[in-house]
């Protein structure tokens, strides 16, 4: 996955998706941390590339990722 726009606007996207956290600088890229009480998801974005990873256990990014493929569409 891809997102090629500002970091506040990859934070509203993901924010409009329910996805609620804080996010944190980690050097190259920025990390998401969802806050749901459940997961252990964080979203990953390299803002040099546009690279975006969604990791943390496999059962739970089934429900977020086609959610954010499907935004991330809807922007291009």
Do not use: Y
Not at 30 to 59: C, H, K, Q, Y
Request: net charge negative; hydrophobic share 40%.
């Amino acid at each position: 996955m891809t997102f090629n726009g500002t970091l506040e606007e990859l934070q509203a996207m993901v924010e409009g998706l329910g996805c609620l956290g804080h996010w944190v600088h980690e050097g190259a890229f920025e990390m998401l941390v969802i806050e749901d009480g459940e997961s252990n998801l964080r979203l990953n974005w390299w803002p040099g590339t546009g690279a975006l990873l969604l990791v943390g256990d496999p059962a739970q990014r089934r429900e977020l990722e086609p959610r954010l493929k499907e935004a991330l569409a809807g922007r291009s």
